[in-house]
């Protein structure tokens, strides 16, 4: 009985390991099952020995995580896995350029913001948001922040 303990609780090891390479938690969960059934064998076999038992498995299901954690990112494997380079706007990653120009521009409201919607400004649609309160159709408003496409826009007070 005791090679069925050894041989779950190595299969659970090696399943929680193998889940550092294949993510999805089908592994993990199987080898947390497998610890938890050669824990449930040998505390069946040896309840004398329940705390050692308990213990052993715990710290040893522990201590293969956080190895995995700090081996993994360093191995052949894991360096293949890990995007290396950072996505700097500078260096070119971005979705959508930002229009600067906008910043200040007057303009009215095309279609309801509720709170997005469309503008026009100087003649052209843009896509835009209100700071979260509604603005009806053809009301007057002027952009108030420009990140990228996202274009806030405030509705002008009257004077």
């Known amino acids: 009985m005791i090679w069925w303990v050894g041989f779950f609780f190595a299969a659970g090891i090696a399943l ?20 938890v059934v050669s824990c449930g064998i040998a505390l069946y076999n040896f309840p004398q020995h329940g705390m050692f038992i308990i213990f052993g498995e715990g710290l040893a299901a522990a201590l293969c995580i956080g190895l995995g954690f700090y081996f993994f990112p360093r191995s052949v494997v894991g360096r293949a896995m890990i995007l290396e380079d950072s996505q700097q706007q500078e260096a070119g990653w971005v979705s959508d350029t930002s229009n600067a120009a906008l910043m200040g521009k007057l303009g009215e409201v095309f279609t309801d913001l509720r709170p997005a919607g469309t503008v026009m400004i100087n003649g052209e649609r843009v896509n835009a948001v209100s700071s979260g309160e ?26």
Do not use: D, M, Q, W
Request: glycine residues 14%; negative net charge; contains cysteine.
């Open 134 to 159: 509604y603005i009806a159709s053809g009301v007057a408003v002027r952009v108030i922040e420009v990140h990228g496409n996202r274009v806030v826009v405030e509705e002008v007070a009257k004077a």
């Open 16 to 35: 929680i390991l193998v889940e550092f390479i294949l993510p999805g938690l089908v592994c993990g969960i199987l080898g947390g099952t497998f610890l």
